[in-house]
């Protein structure tokens, strides 16, 4: 953050927190968790802005001059846009503020109203910012109509809120029905896609399935990030010894806890060992495999996925 505003920050919440009569170190935590929350903000803000701007391009440079359609509220939008001419960016705001008030009881208040921000800034971004259509080739405004779209969805979640009431929608009936997310969306888009084929051809149905599935998978890079962690716990008697390939042979950092095998019989004692978990990216997956049978080829290995990781020593990333 720049110095200049960490100053006014740290100056205003002194002179706010005065007033409560608090000790000295409780006057710096304060300033501390005001730089932090601001800092947030101010990225959280940065992020949202970049999404609505991917989404507007996305929208007015490719899908809306060639009356293409997509998934969720978006898709909805523009099928009612196509048919009845509205402006898209009433349609955008109408059609969505509903979820955005089911989120205030659904998630939180504090992304309802984010959510509720960013989608009238994209309203009024596709309405005054005018991007020229790019391309009438079909193929391309699908894949590249949907990638910018879905980047812009992906940005805005990454900064705390959505453009596209879908997700809200899925987790409020998720949490009162056996389906998952995954299965109200695609229920929710099975039948905006049957509606489009139904109201236009199949052709436009097909190609709205090809930028949902751009979108899709364009907003699962930038929340899950491209490089996808996996978790690594390891229970081997030669612990020591594997604590220190991960880190100097890896490069990693690695936590140990304790632990008790739990093979044995009645009446017999557990075998108290310490557990070794670290987080690795794919690419060092085989590197660690490579290492770790040259020290016990009989360890006994758990690996997941990890959607996201931070601190620590994750940014170091040596391929020897």
């Known amino acids: 953050m720049n110095p200049i505003f960490q100053y006014l920050i740290a100056e205003t919440v002194k002179h706010q927190v005065k007033k409560k009569k608090l000790s000295s170190n409780q006057i710096e935590k304060e300033v501390k968790n005001a ?6 903000i101010f990225r959280d803000s940065f992020l949202i802005g970049c999404g609505i701007l991917s989404a507007t391009f996305g929208l007015s440079g490719f899908l809306l001059p060639n009356s293409f359609i997509d998934g969720g509220v978006t898709g909805i939008s523009l099928i009612i846009s196509e048919l009845t001419e509205m402006p898209l960016s009433i349609l955008l705001v ?23 921000v960013a989608v009238l800034l994209l309203a009024v971004s596709v309405h005054f910012i005018p991007f ?7 193929l391309l405004i699908s894949v590249f109509g949907g990638f910018f779209l879905g980047l812009g969805i992906g940005l805005a979640i990454r900064g705390g809120s959505v453009i596209d009431g879908t997700e809200v929608l899925a987790i409020f009936v998720s949490r009162r029905t056996s389906l998952t997310i ?15 084929a139904y109201v236009f051809s199949v052709e436009i149905a097909l190609y709205a399935i090809l930028t949902y599935l751009a ?13 996808e962690y996996v978790g690594v716990t390891i229970i081997s008697d030669r612990h020591e010894e594997i604590r220190l390939m991960i880190i100097e042979k890896l490069g990693r950092g690695c936590t140990l806890y304790s632990g008790k095998k739990g093979y044995a019989k ?16 794919r690419l060092e997956l085989s590197k660690l495999q490579t290492e770790l049978d040259k020290i016990d080829k009989n360890a006994f290995l758990v690996m997941h996925s990890i959607k ?3 601190g620590g020593m994750i940014k170091k990333r040596p391929l020897k």
Do not use: C, W
């Open 132 to 138: 020229d259509a790019i391309t009438d080739d079909k």
């Open 266 to 281: 009645r009446g017999e004692p557990l075998k108290e060992t310490n557990i070794v978990y670290t987080l690795l990216t």
């Open 94 to 116: 109408a059609l969505n503020v509903p979820f955005m008030i089911l989120a205030f009881s659904t998630i939180s208040r504090q992304f309802a109203i984010k959510s509720i």
């Open 308 to 310: 996201d990781a931070k």
């Open 215 to 227: 979108a899709s998978k364009t907003v699962d890079f930038v929340v899950s990030g491209i490089e």
């Open 35 to 40: 730089k932090v929350e601001l800092s947030h």
């Open 182 to 196: 995954g299965d109200v969306i695609l229920i929710f888009n099975i039948l905006i896609f049957g509606v489009a």
